[in-house]
């Protein structure tokens, strides 16, 4: 028999979950924003360094020494960002979903195995 009281329970609880995982993906999502900026800041003051010193150099050899530092450097940053970046995905969306763990585990019926 359904009870009044079982529902008001079930409810909170499934309120309570939600309530903590809008404030994980909230924060989460401002690491991210913080994470973008960030590398978007690095970038661009790297690139204006670059272009400093590329304006300052008198050969063709020096140029292109320039500009293989400046492409590998700027190569290895994006890889370490995309690291970090999606490393604070694969985090926001456990976090997010931690909540949630034990209610999906209540009402989930066991497996039956063979």
Do not use: C, N, R
Request: no cysteine; glycine share 4%; net charge negative.
């Amino acid at each position: 028999m359904f009870k009044v009281e079982d529902f008001q329970v079930q409810s909170k609880e499934q309120l309570d979950a939600a309530i903590a995982s809008a404030k994980t993906f909230s924060s989460g999502v401002q690491a991210l924003a913080t994470a973008y900026g960030d590398y978007s800041k690095k970038s661009f003051e790297d690139t204006k360094s670059y272009v400093e010193k590329l304006a300052s150099v008198k050969s063709l050899d020096k140029a292109i020494e320039l500009q293989t530092e400046f492409a590998k450097s700027a190569y290895e940053t994006f890889v370490a960002e995309s690291q970090k970046i999606g490393e604070l995905y694969s985090d926001l969306a456990k976090q997010t979903y931690k909540p949630f763990e034990g209610l999906v585990a209540k009402y989930t019926p066991p497996v039956p195995t063979h």
